[in-house]
């Protein structure tokens, strides 16, 4: 089993930054996608950021075109810690960030962290 536990979200004004952090434990593989997703109230849950870690495509990334530019996704893989660098932030980044971590095709989330930007 994987544990993941969010942490950083909050209240912050449009243009302002914050920064999520996501832990994992438990039986955590060398070869994951940890990331971020997001779900606004009454819309479904979306992509933000993933990051690979191990294998051949190990430190890829995908963005989803709404953040890039704007959000950053790193990884301490030591630590086990996916993080989201959120720069430049519009009320319609306002959601619930879930932290998300995939392994040979299984995946696991954590419980969410609201953020919300106000105009």
């Known amino acids: 089993q994987v544990q993941l536990v969010e942490s950083g979200g909050g209240l912050v004004q449009a243009g302002g930054s914050l920064r999520l952090s996501c832990a994992a434990s438990g039986s955590i593989f060398s070869i994951n996608v940890m990331g971020w997703y997001r779900q606004a109230p009454g819309k479904q849950r979306d992509l933000v950021a993933t990051m690979t870690s191990g294998g051949s495509t190990s430190g890829s990334t995908n963005y989803a075109d709404s953040v890039k530019g704007r959000f950053t996704i790193f990884r301490d893989n030591f630590k086990n810690t996916v993080y989201l660098q959120m720069n430049s932030l519009k009320p319609e980044d306002t959601a619930v960030y879930y932290c998300?971590?995939?392994?040979?095709?299984?995946?696991?989330w954590g419980k969410g962290t609201l953020v919300t930007v106000s105009s």
């Open positions: 998300n971590l995939a392994q040979y095709g299984v995946p696991y």
